[in-house]
Nanobody, 127 residues
Framework: QLQLVESGGGLVQPGGSVRLSCTAS????????KGWFRQAPGKEREGVSA????????NYADSVKGRFTISRDNAKNTMYLQMNSLKPEDTAVYYC????????????????????WGQGTQVTVSS
């Protein structure tokens, strides 16, 4: 069974940090373009960050540039999102995603190109 499983969400204070993990099973994650999206209550799902299959190219939404870092560990078949300097407006359910076969759609943070979604993990930024 092909699936993506996120972990690492929770409640964090403004200015704090959290690291999300996304582990793939049933397929090799590093072969594909992959990334993170988020959806806040009452809002559409939006792209946060993406990383190419080679790992050489990354992309970030303007709202998270300089604060979030996407990375991967091929040996663990896992992708990460390190989130620093968190703001209340970062509160959302975060989803990991993969585009199979690898392409440019997810790299452009377009959700319509995503074939695989994780179940989501809640991140709440509040004092």
């Amino acid at each position: 069974q092909l699936q993506l499983v996120e972990s690492g969400g929770g409640l964090v204070q403004p200015g704090g940090s959290v690291r999300l993990s996304c582990t793939a099973s049933g397929f090799t994650l590093n072969y594909y373009t992959k990334g993170w999206f988020r959806q806040a209550p009452g809002k559409e799902r939006e792209g946060v960050s993406a990383i190419s299959s080679s790992g050489a190219t990354t992309n970030y939404a303007d709202s998270v540039k300089g604060r979030f870092t996407i990375s991967r560990d091929n040996a663990k078949n896992t992708m990460y999102l390190q989130m620093n300097s968190l703001k209340p407006e970062d509160t959302a359910v975060y989803y990991c995603a993969a585009e199979v076969p690898p392409g440019t759609g997810l790299m452009a943070l377009l959700s319509s190109y995503v074939n695989f979604w994780g179940q989501g993990t809640q991140v709440t930024v509040s004092s």
